[in-house]
T-cell receptor
Framework: LAKTTQPISMDSYEGQEVNITCSHN???????ITWYQQFPSQGPRFIIQ???TKVTNEVASLFIPADRKSSTLSLPRVSLSDTAVYYC??????????FGKGTMLLVSP | EAQVTQNPRYLITVTGKKLTVTCSQNMNHEYMSWYRQDPGLGLRQIYY???????DKGDVPEGYKVSRKEKRNFPLILESPSPNQTSLYFCASRGDRAYEQYFGPGTRLTVT
């Protein structure tokens, strides 16, 4: 399983764009990149998943460079309710996905 | 509504008293799993099940048992709980979209 590295914490203000980068240097050819969001005392929630280039949905965008050794989750115009822990996962999909410690995003007024 | 339910949501028990945490999903998912979450350690998988009667160990299976007799249910059993099993437990399931797991609301267990 590819190991992922992401910042432990990040701070932002309401209305700003937040970019959380995840490093996964030994990603395998069949691996996908998936991001989850977790609010305190709740189960994680799937945000977005991609393989290469850019993926966008109603919640976030995911940017993956050509070498796929990193990925960036972009949250446009964050609000206080985006304060949460964000997990980057890399895996083959049907294999077990391993959650790391994630990035604690704190959005302030 | 598609969901994963867990019961109980909160449980305080004593060392050695067997307990079961139930998990049920209404999405006809084949894959189900259990995680525990502890401060500073993130989410760690305990057991998972690819289908009925098929279960396998995750990263931290010691002290836990599971069973999968029906597709919708995946109970977590602690035969002899110990204080180091005090944790927040999550059940999850996934369907055809393999990367998208649905998590239950969590069970906060305290073992004294």
């Amino acid at each position: 399983l590819a190991k992922t590295t992401q910042p432990i914490s990040m701070d932002s203000y309401e209305g700003q764009e937040v970019n959380i980068t995840c490093s996964h240097n030994n990603i395998a050819t069949n691996d996908y990149i998936t991001w989850y969001q977790q609010f305190p005392s709740q189960g994680p929630r799937f945000i977005i998943q991609g393989y290469k280039t850019k993926v966008t949905n109603e919640v976030a965008s995911l940017f993956i460079p050509a070498d796929r050794k990193s990925s960036t989750l972009s949250l446009p115009r964050v609000s206080l309710s985006d304060t949460a822990v964000y997990y980057c996962l890399v895996g083959e999909g049907y294999s077990t996905l391993t959650f790391g410690k994630g990035t604690m995003l704190l959005v302030s007024p | 509504e598609a969901q994963v339910t867990q019961n109980p949501r909160y449980l305080i028990t004593v060392t050695g008293k067997k307990l079961t945490v139930t998990c049920s999903q209404n999405m006809n998912h084949e894959y189900m799993s259990w995680y525990r979450q502890d401060p500073g350690l993130g989410l760690r998988q305990i057991y998972y099940s690819m289908n009925v009667e098929v279960t396998d160990k995750g990263d931290v299976p010691e002290g836990y048992k599971v069973s999968r007799k029906e597709k919708r249910n995946f109970p977590l059993i602690l035969e002899s709980p110990s204080p180091n099993q005090t944790s927040l437990y999550f059940c999850a399931s996934r369907g055809d979209r393999a990367y998208e797991q649905y998590f239950g609301p969590g069970t906060r267990l305290t073992v004294t």
